[in-house]
């Protein structure tokens, strides 16, 4: 395992490829052909080409060898994936042009992200450092057989790196620019029988937008997580291997820059890719759970896996897994120095799984069918921080900067001064100069689900496989919801401070449902040579109903329960294509199209909540292609486009308001290029090279669509290069990413934009620096 900061996303493009995705090649060895590429994405080990589903797979050895260092490194160069991490505890994935990243503890997933063969993809509690793994395989397309009723659009399956016979053990260290600094390593021993292993990284680095608030001590952006895991593998005879697996991960990082564009700093005019004044709440220990902007994150999981070969053609698995989170980000969503919108977000949960699997094979049959039982209890709470006069004068200037309470005030005036913090003063004659309010809103998700599942694969002759499959699925999703929101003092007569909060008086409401569904899947393999193959396959997806519970206001305080029942997204999808390999060129060349019925859609509102709603239908048509050449034993060169034409139907008459728009993070094209170079110098030396270019079409942040909250065609370019000797015992690398230092965007809209404040996240800048690895 090594150092590879967020600059070594380039590397993995030459393993996206079908060719590349396999165990390592060692310095000098002839290629292994993708033939012999080994995936479980059916529940079974299979060789890629032998897959009838578009799946792009990375080996832990080719991860290690090539650097990727985080998941949103993979997406520029795998079509149809596009991996938004706004923070470890808001990441977005997105599966061809379909994300999920609410934070409602309420709603369900879309895509299923499962770590050693368990579901986590509850959005606070999913994020997973990748380091010492085995694989990374990404399936394409519903799975619901295969990875449960979350994987609507799609899933990522980690798998950690196993302990094995032997001693042996790597130590990495790295350090570039903005302070980065990273050590990683593992340490292997044991027999056949027993074998430990533990696995760490620890990375920092220094924020890349500078803060100018005196309150805050921490850069924007800034680094510091820690991933630790320990391993356990007992084999008592050749037929039963039993894993024992547990994992820490931990984030201290600095807050996220939702930098405003209308609200100046002393720096000059708002400006997202140049300084910004984040001031935070000065009650921000007592209200929001700490006193910097910022994330507090902790992770622990835990997973028993046993395999048993009982018979000729049959084994039985069962997965076990308990996952807990706890996380507080504090974070500035109006972008500017006023005490105006402070919110934190405290999301804490807990999951539990239990999956038993039987499988059989013989040349003529395969087959599996088990059943699962996943359970999870987790809220979110959004606690609020402001000053009355400060919200109120800032509030009616954002609404009407030509009729704001007080005209000479306005919020934060050109110079960066907080005019709005006068505001109290005037309106209490002087009696007060602040008068701090807060208030929190909490939304609770308890929600069970049970299922069984099969598919069943008919062999009729060699070069034809045919294979249908079910999961029936019993849902039981129970919401709470419970407020805390105080009238405000220069206002009694109001409810609250935001308009639309409303107090449910200590009360915590309550709504249950249970729901169940069918979902099939049918696919086809035929077989034009040993290494060409043709597949097609139809199958269902399912997001799961919201039972969505908060609170409506009454004549008189508290409010009373108001319940929207957000029926399932449904998504037909029907696919086809051509993978494998003729001579030095792999690749694959997939199109599919899906129909969706019932498509949730989030919203942000106007007081710093969001709503999920039905967008009616939905479809996406698309092509995916990656291609692979080697010329020579030292040289490869390789491509991938990605193309989606899809978004919320026209003329939608269920939802007008969403009609003819694209879906949040979905870009038309998608692409990538480059080449690698991995030449022995003799005397055990070798050099390696791995230049690329990325690129990606104009993406949405929102929906409905609105181009002024949007991110252009974006290129970069990369590189990483190195050198090892001592026979693979050491190495030295330099990387730099975003080569070009270009100004693009993450994402915007945000908190900020449901009160017509919308804030803007800067993406990375240039990173670069060098790294040396030991191993033995």
Wanted: proline content about 5%; some cysteine; charged content about 20%.
């Amino acid at each position: 395992m090594k150092l590879r900061l967020s600059a070594a996303a380039m590397l993995l493009a030459s393993t996206a490829s079908p060719a590349l995705a396999q165990s390592s090649i060692q310095a000098g060895d002839a290629p292994a052909d993708s033939n012999d590429i080994l995936v479980t994405a059916q529940k079974i080990e299979q060789r890629a080409v032998d897959v009838p589903i578009t799946i792009s797979a990375v080996s832990g050895d080719r991860i290690a060898e090539l650097g990727v260092g985080d998941l949103d490194e993979l997406s520029s160069y795998i079509p149809g994936l596009n991996i938004q991490e706004q923070s470890a505890n808001n990441p977005g994935i997105v599966i061809r042009g379909i994300t999920s990243d609410s934070g409602s503890s309420q709603q369900g997933p879309r895509v299923t992200l499962y770590y050693n063969g368990i579901d986590i993809s509850r959005s606070r509690g999913s994020y997973q450092a990748i380091y010492d793994l085995e694989r990374v395989e990404v399936i394409k397309g519903p799975q619901a057989t295969l990875f449960g009723t979350a994987s609507a659009v799609g899933a990522i399956s980690l798998t950690s790196a196993r302990p094995k016979a032997g001693l042996s053990g790597a130590l990495t260290g790295g350090y570039g620019n903005y302070d980065q600094t990273l050590v990683s390593g593992f340490f292997n021993a044991g027999s056949d029988k027993i074998a430990g292993r533990i696995a760490f990284e620890w990375k920092k680095r220094d924020g890349y937008v500078e803060n100018l608030s005196p309150r805050q001590e921490k850069e924007l952006y800034a680094q510091d997580q820690l991933g630790v895991r320990a391993s356990l593998r007992f084999t008592p005879t050749e037929d039963l291997t039993v894993d024992l697996i547990g994992t820490y991960d931990r984030q201290r990082n600095g807050g996220t820059p939702f930098v405003s564009r209308r609200l100046p700093t002393e720096a000059g005019p708002g400006n997202p890719f140049g300084v910004a004044n984040l001031g935070g709440s000065p009650l921000s220990a007592q209200v929001l759970g700490d006193d910097q902007l910022g994330l507090t994150r902790d992770v622990y999981d835990a997973n028993l896996t046993a395999s048993w070969d009982f018979a000729d053609g049959w084994n039985f698995t069962t997965v076990n897994g308990y996952r807990k989170f706890d996380s507080n980000e504090v974070f500035d969503a109006d972008g500017s120095a006023a005490w105006f919108l402070e919110f934190a977000e405290d999301s804490r949960g807990w999951q539990a799984s239990h999956e038993g699997r039987f499988s059989y094979r013989d040349p003529n049959w395969r087959a599996q069918f088990g059943w699962n039982v996943f359970v999870e209890d987790n809220f979110q709470r959004v606690p609020f921080s402001s000053e009355e006069g400060t919200f109120l004068q800032c509030a009616s200037f954002l609404a009407n900067p030509s009729r704001p309470i007080y005209a000479d005030l306005g919020c934060v005036n050109a110079g960066g001064v907080v005019g709005a913090a006068l505001a109290t003063g005037r309106l209490t004659g002087g009696r007060a100069t602040q008068i701090p309010y807060s208030s929190e809103f909490k939304n609770i998700g308890q929600n069970d689900a049970y299922s069984m599942f099969g598919d069943v694969t008919w062999i009729p002759v060699p070069a034809l496989e045919l294979t249908a499959g079910a999961r029936v699925l019993i849902e039981q999703r129970k919401s709470g919801y419970t407020t805390r929101v105080p009238r405000p003092v220069l206002n009694p007569t109001a409810f609250s401070l935001i308009p639309g909060q409303t107090d449910t008086g200590g009360l915590t409401f309550w709504r249950q449902q249970s729901y169940a569904a069918v979902l099939p899947r049918f696919n086809a393999l035929f077989r034009l040579s040993d290494a060409v193959n043709l597949y097609a396959t139809i199958s269902k997806g399912r997001r799961s109903p919201v039972v969505q519970l908060d609170a409506q206001r009454t004549t008189v305080a508290p409010g009373s329960p108001r319940v929207q029942l957000v029926p399932e997204e449904v998504v037909w999808n029907y696919e086809g294509g051509i993978k494998g390999a003729v001579g030095p060129v792999s690749g694959s060349l997939g199109v599919y199209y899906q129909k969706y019925d019932g498509f949730q859609v989030s919203v942000q509102q106007g007081n710093g909540t969001s709503i999920t709603q039905s967008a009616g239908t939905a479809s996406n048509l698309g092509v995916e292609a990656e291609l692979n050449i080697r010329p020579t034993r030292w040289l490869s060169l390789f491509g991938n486009v990605g193309y989606i034409d899809g978004g919320i139907d026209k003329n939608n008459r269920f939802a007008p308001q969403f009609s003819g728009a694209r879906f949040r993070l979905q870009p038309e094209w998608q692409a990538a290029g480059g080449m690698t170079i991995d030449a022995p110098l003799g005397g055990g030396m070798r050099f390696f090279a791995t230049p690329s270019v990325t690129y990606r079409s104009r993406i949405f942040f929102e929906v409905p669509n609105n181009r002024a909250i949007s991110q252009g065609p974006v290129t970069l370019v990369n590189a990483r290069a190195g050198v090892s000797f001592a026979e693979e015992r050491f190495e030295l690398a330099g990387f730099i990413r975003n080569a070009t230092d270009e100004d693009y965007l993450l994402d915007a809209g945000n908190t900020g934009g449901g009160f017509g404040i919308p804030t803007f996240i800067p993406a990375e800048p240039r990173f670069y620096g060098g790294q040396i690895t030991a191993r033995f």
